[in-house]
């Protein structure tokens, strides 16, 4: 846990004295995949983004997340004991979102994608790999975004698998809620 806490008071840190990334924002994240016959998995996290707006309806830029998972054991009938197991994770995705209604000063919903390396201290899902990549693919909107500080809410769904490079790539998909603000300087 201290590790954890160190890296993401490092990710806050360096960053936010970049001149050209304007928006920058923070988000907790929950949700759970589909139950398979293996169980569920439960995924929470917390997301430092910095972002840059190439146009009002336009922003790129990247996000760093450590996340906490809760998986099965067991997959493909290898047996670790049965049960669910916990586990950290860390991810860095470059992401793109549009902003619709961009003139508005209420709420300016957006659809997003993003995509990035992922590393877990076990294997996810078990009996697969420890090097992952997470897709994602999210809408929401962000309330009052004139503001100093503007509260955004949404949907994420979330894909992650080792791309094929190990030999068993099942993936798992988690469907997650999301809060968060946005900060201005």
């Not at 209420?106 to 897709?135: C, D």
Request: hydrophobic share 40%; no cysteine; charged share 15%.
């Amino acid at each position: 846990m201290k590790r954890l806490t160190i890296v993401v008071a490092l990710a806050i840190a360096l960053p936010a004295s970049a001149q050209y990334l304007h928006l920058n924002r923070v988000y907790a994240t929950g949700g759970k995949s589909l139950t398979t016959r293996f169980g569920q998995s439960d995924m929470q996290g917390f997301d430092i983004e910095y972002a840059h707006a190439f146009s009002p309806r336009m922003e790129i830029g990247f996000t760093f997340a450590p996340m906490s998972l809760k998986q099965p054991k067991i997959l493909y009938g290898d047996v670790y004991g049965g049960g669910d197991e916990s586990l950290l994770a860390m991810s860095s995705s470059m992401f793109a979102r549009y902003i619709f209604n961009a003139d508005s000063q209420r709420v300016r919903p957006y659809v997003e994608l993003s995509t990035g390396p992922m590393w877990s201290q076990k294997r996810v899902p078990a009996s697969t790999s420890h090097f992952n990549f997470i897709s994602q693919a999210g809408a929401g909107v962000t309330l009052f975004p004139d503001r100093r500080i503007a509260m955004i809410l949404g949907w994420r769904f979330s894909h992650i698998s080792n791309a094929g490079y190990a030999p068993r790539n099942p993936g798992l998909n988690v469907n997650s809620i999301v809060i968060g603000a946005q900060l201005r300087r």
